[in-house]
């Protein structure tokens, strides 16, 4: 059974500090991708990154860095010099492929709420 | 469509009545899945359909709730005999069939009164 873990439930910075947010799955399926979604208080969820298991690569997208790390299951998310706007729920997410690379479910976390404050 | 779209916005409902909840994904995602959110809580996996397929159906909580999906577009989620637990906002999700990544629509809102 697929799991995700976001053991931080709350986070509180001021802006312009670093900050990461955990994200530690539990899979017995060798091919799997891993998400970070960000649902801002509008509500509506946005899709931030993919991974695939077998690429280990760690990625930057401005502000934004994801550090994926097989041999602790962790696929953690950065944001860099935090902004007000980075304000918002973050999801992590785990779907195993199951040999089928085509759709399948995705197990989400609990969340952790990010608030930046000016 | 430009996004995935949900219809009602909000719905409140009295408790026992039956509930219809509408997905319209994007156009050409053979993909769609259903998800509820309880307030303050993660996202609860409900069901997937590929094409008008559901391979996977597992999350349905009870016999009362069930999905169709036609056309290989829209999609139903029906609540038979609505209970006030059922409230909860329910995403609906489409990707494209080759990766896995969603595009959410905005929700419906349920309460259960």
């Known amino acids: 059974a697929q799991k995700v873990t976001q053991a931080q439930t709350e986070i509180s910075v001021v802006e312009k500090e670093d900050v990461t947010l955990d994200c530690v799955y539990e899979t017995r399926d060798t091919t799997y991708y891993l998400f970070w979604y960000k649902q801002p208080p509008s509500g509506e969820l946005v899709f931030l990154i993919r991974r695939n298991s077998f690429d280990e690569q760690n990625e930057i997208s401005g502000r934004y860095s994801w550090n994926f790390q097989k041999s602790t299951s962790s696929f953690n998310f950065t944001i860099t010099a935090s902004q007000v706007v980075d304000s918002a729920v973050y999801f992590c997410?785990?779907?195993?492929?199951?040999?089928?690379?085509?759709?399948?479910?995705?197990?989400f976390g609990d969340g952790t709420t990010l608030t930046v404050k000016p | 469509g430009a996004g995935v779209s949900q219809s009602p916005s909000n719905k409140v409902t009295e408790k026992g009545k039956d509930v219809e909840l509408r997905c319209d994904p994007i156009s050409g995602h053979t993909a769609l899945y259903w998800y509820r959110q309880s307030l303050g809580q993660g996202l609860e996996f409900l069901i997937y359909f590929q094409g008008n397929s559901a391979p996977d159906k597992s999350g349905l909580p009870s016999d009362r709730f069930s999905a169709e999906r036609t056309g290989g577009s829209v999609s139903t989620l029906t609540i038979q005999r609505t209970q006030q637990e059922d409230s909860a906002v329910y995403l609906c999700a489409s990707s494209d069939g080759r990766h896995r990544d969603y595009t959410f629509g905005s929700g419906t809102r349920l309460t259960v009164v």
């Open positions: 997410a785990l779907s195993e492929t199951g040999g089928n690379t085509n759709a399948g479910k995705s197990t």
